[in-house]
């Protein structure tokens, strides 16, 4: 049986079943057309759901299979995408030197695969398209009984054209499969709005197959899935027309952003989803299941891929947890200090609340940035849940036997050289976010079980307070069945604090990250959205969304904001000298100047000798916000594509 063979499951409901593809070898190497003909190919359900099945993997990507180390194109190092792609953005950062992504030298390729222009996965999906009626004559003409396949069809197409559109803007929009001799294949990229309008109808079609196919039934895309989906792309393209006022298109906003709406009330609605709220630390929990999560209680999960472990599996686990070892850098590196600012104090206010840059008062709560990880103390609890805090468990964890134990293995610190051969946070900030503490899945190697959620209800909650918050719609109702909600789950005590529950008419004020919207950003950030993206940063960390946000946003530009890590106090100093070697506490040597650099206050500055920025400052540039095509099909003979303006080969 060929060795990546996919199962998927969608959680939410009572049954659960795995869906499996076809053991034909043959079948899942060769493409549609050579091995499914036009004359022979879709005649029964069977070749219609095993043609899907095709399709799942490609696109439900999860934690990836086997290593599990490739990358994700364009803006995913190697591992899974939902670990490793902040470390493209501002919220993590890698050890060694930074990427030519993230410093303005990245040059188009002369391939597509490196940047994602691929569109094998499309046509495969197009096929299906325009074929899938040959199954007719075998359920009596009943075309009512193909519609949940189309709909399927309908739904990875839609997830195509998304990701494309997040990277490129204007591309193609082909209709039907093509072969080599079609003209089509030299086409112009339609417009934006053409490809836009055309995807909102895809995942409409989608929404209407998958009729009355909600939940997971049979552990297939179903309706939910398809509204999930659309209320991303309604949310994304309409924020996008919103504040990217150079393409004139913010009065067509609005559509999009009502369509998000929409798509997120009928998952509400439908009561089916709610957050997982189990045990002392359940937004930490949540994402370290195995198999079948339901059996925890686990509603908030909408789609999900799952492994056996037998016949599919993964080695994220592995990775994740050598993060901060002596062996293993795939991915390795922690949190920068500008996700850990973000962070509210568990009153619901900000570390500063008032002054200016250089001169912030600090609300009485924060404990500063001074001693041994103090900034950690009474904050979002959501904080100790996403980055570990030095001797709670991952820094008690033994690999070698399982044991979480203060006595029996001492505490572990962070490793903070910006460039050793095993892996190091850089930062002094571990992600615990997906780190499960799991010897059998750490000793799994390939057959790892941690299940991976593609989407999830605490996003849905996210995107219906933007969408609204943008049109100008949004109630303090709105706000209490969305973000108040989240905050509930992180455990925000409302009855000690109740200015910690987000109100409409006086959200706090946050000095430091408004100084920092209005030199970073060309238009004013309301002090409502400002806090709905703060919860969307710190909830959705770690879960691929951060980069597609600043995009939609126009805030590539926040990725100037200097890159940098802990505070490297003289407590610390004495910590990491070299002394501390065995338990209970076990620190390597980081000397100063040789394996850690520090600013004029102290703190870590990652990517230290990276040779095209200075100060740990990454570049931005604005012809960023899209990707560009590669060379080679720029050169092709009655080609009509045009290069992204300020990338190589523009015109």
Request: with cysteine; proline share 4%; glycine share 8%.
């Amino acid at each position: 049986m060929k060795k990546n063979i996919f199962r998927f499951i969608v959680m939410a409901a009572a049954s659960s079943l795995l869906l499996t593809q076809s053991c034909n070898d043959k079948f899942l190497q060769l493409s549609p057309e050579t091995d499914l003909s036009k004359d022979n190919s879709l005649f029964t359900e069977t070749e219609l759901t095993l043609y899907l099945n095709n399709l799942y993997g490609r696109y439900i990507l999860g934690h990836g299979t086997a290593w599990a180390d490739a990358k994700v194109n364009p803006n995913v190092v190697g591992g899974s995408h939902l670990l490793a792609s902040d470390f493209m953005t501002d919220n993590m950062v890698r050890y060694g030197n930074i990427s030519n992504i993230m410093d303005n030298t990245f040059i188009p390729p002369n391939a597509g695969a490196s940047v994602d222009w691929t569109w094998e996965n499309l046509r495969s999906v197009n096929y299906f398209i325009q074929n899938y009626r040959n199954a007719l004559p075998a359920v009596n003409n009943d075309i009512t009984r193909l519609n949940k396949y189309l709909g399927e069809a309908y739904f990875f197409k839609s997830m195509d054209y998304y990701r494309k559109l997040m990277l490129f803007g204007d591309v193609p929009w082909f209709s039907s499969d093509l072969n080599i001799d079609s003209k089509e294949l030299y086409k112009p990229r339609d417009k934006r709005t053409v490809v836009a309008d055309s995807l909102m109808k895809t995942i409409d079609m989608a929404i209407a197959g998958l009729e009355g196919i909600n939940g997971r039934p049979d552990g297939r895309i179903n309706q939910d899935m398809a509204l999930f989906l659309k209320a991303r792309i309604g949310l994304f393209e309409g924020s996008f027309r919103t504040y990217h006022n150079e393409l004139s298109l913010q009065s067509t906003a609005k559509s999009f952003l009502e369509a998000s709406v929409d798509a997120c009330e009928k998952i509400i609605a439908s009561g089916r989803y709610q957050l997982y709220a189990t045990g002392d630390s359940p937004y930490w929990k949540m994402f370290t299941f195995k198999k079948d999560p339901t059996s925890d209680g686990n509603k908030e999960a909408i789609l999900a891929r799952v492994y056996d472990g037998t016949v599919v599996g993964h080695a994220t686990q592995r990775y994740w947890d050598q993060n901060n070892s002596l062996s293993g850098a795939r991915p390795a590196g922690g949190a920068t200090r500008g996700l850990v600012d973000e962070y509210l104090c568990i009153d619901g206010k900000p570390i500063y609340s008032s002054g200016s840059a250089g001169n912030y008062t600090a609300n009485p709560l924060f404990k500063g940035y001074d001693g041994l990880w103090s900034e950690f103390e009474n904050r979002d609890p959501r904080l100790k849940q996403t980055i570990n805090y030095p001797g709670e468990n991952r820094s008690l964890f033994n690999r070698t036997d399982g044991t979480t134990s203060l006595e029996k293995n001492g505490i572990t610190y962070p490793r903070l050289s910006y460039n050793v051969g095993g892996g190091t946070t850089v930062t002094g900030y571990l992600p615990i976010k997906h780190w499960m503490g799991d010897r059998t899945e750490n000793e799994a190697t390939t057959n790892g079980q941690q299940t991976a959620i593609e989407f999830r209800y605490g996003e849905v909650l996210l995107m219906l307070a933007e969408a609204k918050a943008i049109l100008g719609t949004l109630t303090q109702n709105d706000l209490d069945r969305t973000i108040n909600l989240l905050r509930q789950r992180a455990g925000f005590d409302f009855a000690k604090y109740p200015g910690s529950k987000l109100e409409l008419g006086n959200p706090p004020a946050d000095p430091r990250l408004d100084e920092i919207y209005a030199t970073k950003l060309d238009y004013a950030v309301s002090p409502i959205i400002r806090e709905i993206r703060r919860e969307r940063r710190v909830e959705m960390v770690l879960e691929d969304r951060r980069y597609e946000d600043l995009m939609r946003w126009k805030a590539g530009n926040l990725m100037t904001v200097p890159l940098r890590g802990m505070k490297f106090t003289a407590e610390k100093g004495k910590l990491y000298d070299g002394t501390h070697t065995a338990k209970p506490i076990i620190a390597l040597k980081e000397e100063v100047n040789k394996d850690i650099f520090l600013d004029n206050n102290g703190f870590i500055i990652v990517y230290p000798r990276s040779a095209n920025i200075s100060n740990g400052t990454a570049l931005w540039a604005d012809y960023r916000y899209y990707w560009p095509l590669p060379l080679y099909d720029l050169t092709l003979e009655g080609n009509q594509l045009v290069q992204n303006p300020g990338w190589l080969g523009a015109k």
